[in-house]
């Protein structure tokens, strides 16, 4: 049965730095388009990266453009969100997903979430 399990959140100052990890099972990350999206209480989902099946290349939308960064590990079959410089407005529950492609706002399935906090 695939699945993905996100991790590596947490609570970190404005400013501070964290790697998320979105591990797969069951099926074989470089095969699929993987975006990470984020939803806060009270906010619309927001998918923010995406990265490409094979090839692995990558979109952002602009919120976190040039501070956050997605990768792809084959070997780990895992894909990371490395987020640099984060602000209050950062904080969410973050979730990685499949996609039929980056230029869509729909996922296929996604995992449990990780909670990401930045407070002073």
């Known amino acids: 049965q695939p699945q993905l399990v996100e991790s590596g959140g947490g609570s970190v100052q404005p400013g501070g730095s964290l790697r998320l990890s979105c591990a797969a099972s069951?099926?074989?990350?470089?095969?699929?388009?993987i975006g990470w999206f984020r939803q806060a209480p009270g906010k619309e989902r927001e998918g923010i990266a995406c990265i490409a099946s094979g090839a692995g290349s990558t979109t952002y939308a602009g919120s976190v453009k040039d501070r956050f960064t997605i990768t792809r590990d084959n070997a780990k079959n895992t894909v990371y969100l490395q987020m640099n410089a984060l602000a209050p407005e950062d904080a969410a529950v973050y979730y990685c997903?499949?996609?039929?492609?980056?230029?869509?706002?729909?996922?296929?399935?996604w995992g449990q979430g990780t909670q990401v906090t930045v407070s002073s």
């Open positions: 997903g499949t996609k039929t492609h980056c230029q869509s706002p729909e996922f296929g399935f």
């Open positions: 069951g099926f074989t990350l470089a095969d699929y388009v």
